[in-house]
């Protein structure tokens, strides 16, 4: 749980750049590639994640430019587009927490899916869910044969690049 907006940002800058890298480097020839027939592609996946932002925003009382799922049902086929949609999203869910809620504000509960989350927990659920959904993109990502750019330290792709056998 998040206890100040500070805290929360340089969480969500490092982490919504990760999202960025990872957005960035999709084809629109991968935006189908799924894990089994009939089950969510690496594209849905992606629009899920941007869509996310206003839905999850907008239930904790945010106003975020951005689609949400309801609005915008249908999956771009374009990757670019799911990269600028979610650029300006992330940008947008920043600015409207630190316009709208304090520091003070962020262990008040808010309903959340017929729960009552503090906000600080909002903001963490919301950047696991991020987290959580790339990580199943970087597996359909190499399934699709799309280099994976590293997070948290060079990915495989990275190591070898820099000449430097990558672990098993």
């Given at each position: 749980?998040?206890?100040?907006?500070?805290?929360?940002?340089?969480?969500?800058?490092?982490?919504?750049?990760?999202?960025?890298?990872?957005?960035?480097?999709?084809?629109?020839?991968?935006?189908?590639?799924?894990?089994?027939?009939?089950?969510?592609?690496?594209?849905?996946?992606?629009?899920?994640?941007?869509?996310?932002?206003?839905?999850?925003?907008?239930?904790?009382?945010?106003?975020?430019?951005?689609?949400?799922?309801?609005?915008?049902?249908?999956?771009?086929?374009?990757?670019?587009?799911?990269?600028?949609?979610?650029?300006?999203?992330?940008?947008?869910?920043?600015?409207?927490?630190?316009?709208?809620?304090?520091?003070?504000?962020?262990?008040e509960p808010i309903p959340m899916y017929g729960e009552q989350w503090p906000r600080g927990?909002?903001?963490?659920?919301?950047?696991?869910?991020?987290?959580?959904?790339?990580?199943?993109?970087?597996?359909?990502?190499?399934?699709?044969?799309?280099?994976?750019?590293?997070?948290?330290?060079?990915?495989?792709?990275?190591?070898?690049?820099?000449?430097?056998?990558?672990?098993?």
């Open positions: 749980m998040f206890r100040s907006l500070d805290d929360f940002a340089s969480a969500w800058n490092q982490e919504s750049a990760s999202t960025m890298k990872v957005l960035r480097s999709l084809t629109d020839a991968s935006m189908a590639q799924a894990i089994v027939p009939g089950g969510r592609t690496l594209g849905f996946l992606a629009w899920h994640l941007t869509c996310t932002l206003a839905e999850m925003g907008g239930h904790a009382g945010l106003v975020i430019d951005g689609p949400t799922e309801k609005t915008h049902p249908a999956t771009p086929s374009v990757a670019a587009d799911i990269a600028a949609h979610y650029e300006r999203s992330a940008a947008s869910l920043l600015a409207a927490v630190r316009l709208t809620w304090t520091d003070a504000q962020l262990g927990l909002m903001l963490a659920i919301l950047l696991h869910h991020q987290t959580h959904h790339r990580g199943q993109m970087t597996v359909l990502m190499r399934q699709a044969g799309v280099p994976v750019p590293g997070m948290y330290g060079p990915s495989r792709e990275e190591w070898e690049a820099m000449g430097v056998p990558p672990l098993p």
